[in-house]
């Protein structure tokens, strides 16, 4: 299949060249983008791409390609929306979007949003484990805490290139629109302690409310949610399960860290199903499902399949046999409706300004 890449950055680098340069038996990467051509060559080159644009709209007027990979930063609901009309299918990167307005304008197509955790060995087994033993009305509570180093110390074994070739003001019209787009979502009032969260609730937080919705469903209120430490350094966050029981979400930025560690405990009537992550970017590192159940028997399964190849693999199958992935428009809008829910959550305890759509 006939791809191109919208975002040449981390993510691309460290995580979808070599993948997609390993299943050259499902992809050919025919048209790479990024605002910096530095970066769009770097990644042409490696991936043997001759088509390298600056600009989405030239990329998806040339054409060449069937499918579009969209992996650059912020919200990603204009690219989605010229790929999905030029009549390309789509697999997003999470978050598709900041607003709730920008997916209702997505026009019907093929897209698939990329939670590759969703795709995780350990949580499919995890999965069919829940399924036996009731599925969400057997769970008590599910328990995450994210220990999250920061962003370059988990990328220093990846050489990235990097960009100092986009021009200063673009970035600057780049940024305020988002800016705007966040006002649209929690208000122009909005302070910024309530928008660093939702930045975090969106860009972080939300692979574990994608876990959520794949073992118990979308939380559909928020009880509590705090923040403390420098620079929103610790959340809180808690409440009701759809079915059964109660979630809390602890997620702490360490800067000085040794490594990041995401552990999601779910624990049922009989015992306990708990995941341990090691850090994204670190290609066939595998989760660690841990099986705790009745007599305090511990079992420890593994599997190196990497997730992110796994979520690759969907969506080929996806685009050519019409299997339906794990997250579609409907899932990632739940996303967002959650993000905006512990924004509102936030502000009303302290008394901050809330508008738009998180009202």
């Not at 644009?53 to 969209?70: I, K, P, R």
Request: overall charge negative; aromatic content about 6%.
């Amino acid at each position: 299949m006939r791809i191109a890449l919208v975002g040449c950055g981390a993510v691309t680098q460290a995580v979808y060249v070599p993948l997609l340069s390993r299943r050259r038996d499902l992809f050919e990467v025919v048209a790479v983008c990024d605002l910096s051509r530095t970066l769009a060559d770097a990644v042409g080159d490696r991936l043997g791409a001759t088509s390298r644009h600056t600009s989405v709209e030239d990329m998806l007027a040339e054409g060449g390609f069937e499918a579009v990979v969209v992996l650059n930063s912020g919200s990603h609901g204009e690219t989605v929306r010229r790929a999905l009309e030029g009549g390309y299918a789509v697999l997003c990167e999470k978050p598709l979007a900041l607003t709730r307005a920008e997916v209702a304008a997505l026009p019907e197509g093929r897209l698939m949003v990329g939670y590759m955790k969703q795709y995780d060995p350990a949580v499919r087994r995890a999965e069919e484990l829940l399924a036996e033993l009731g599925g969400p009305g057997a769970i008590r509570s599910v328990d995450v805490t994210v220990l999250h180093p920061s962003g370059a110390s988990q990328l220093a074994f990846a050489n990235l290139q990097q960009a100092h070739d986009v021009d200063a003001d673009l970035l600057a019209s780049l940024r305020a629109a988002e800016t705007e787009l966040v006002s649209r979502a929690l208000g122009e009032s909005a302070p910024e302690s309530v928008r660093a969260l939702y930045g975090v609730s969106l860009g972080s937080i939300c692979h574990d409310l994608s876990l959520l919705r794949r073992f118990t469903g979308s939380p559909r209120e928020i009880s509590y949610v705090e923040t403390w430490g420098e620079q929103l350094g610790s959340v809180e966050i808690s409440g009701p399960l759809p079915v059964r029981g109660r979630f809390s979400v602890r997620w702490h930025y360490l800067e000085d860290y040794p490594a990041y560690r995401e552990t999601v405990a779910i624990h049922h009537d009989k015992g306990t199903l708990e995941l341990v992550f090691p850090a994204p970017y670190l290609m066939n590192a595998p989760t660690t499902l841990t099986v705790v159940s009745g007599g305090e028997s511990r079992t420890e399964w593994r599997d190196v399949t990497e997730a992110f190849e796994v979520q690759l693999a969907a969506f080929h199958a996806y685009v050519n046999e019409g299997k339906q992935p794990l997250t579609d428009v409907a899932g990632a809008l739940e996303d967002i409706v959650t993000a905006q829910r512990i924004a509102a959550r936030y502000a009303v305890q302290h008394d901050l300004p809330i508008g738009g759509e998180s009202a």
